[in-house]
């Protein structure tokens, strides 16, 4: 393995893990606060989204509906 793969693959290694723990931290406030969360993160170099969310109830569209009721003008 040559040291540009090797760099390579400890980056994609630590982005896993950053996103894992960032993830975690999600789901303890949650637990936590008693709140729901809902986090995404977007990759732009392999044009991946990831999505967490703490109920199978609040997912990206139902945060869209509940942004837009908040916020109308």
Known sequence: MTW???QTKNI???KFRRRKNF???GYELSQICGLEVL????DKKYD??????TSPDFKF?????????K???
């Open 4 to 6: 540009t793969e090797l």
């Open 12 to 14: 994609q290694v630590t």
């Open 23 to 25: 993830f975690k931290k």
């Open 39 to 42: 986090i995404m993160t977007y």
């Open 48 to 53: 991946i989204l990831h999505e967490f969310c």
């Open 61 to 69: 569209d139902k945060f869209t509906e509940v942004w837009h009721e």
């Open 71 to 73: 916020n109308k003008m």
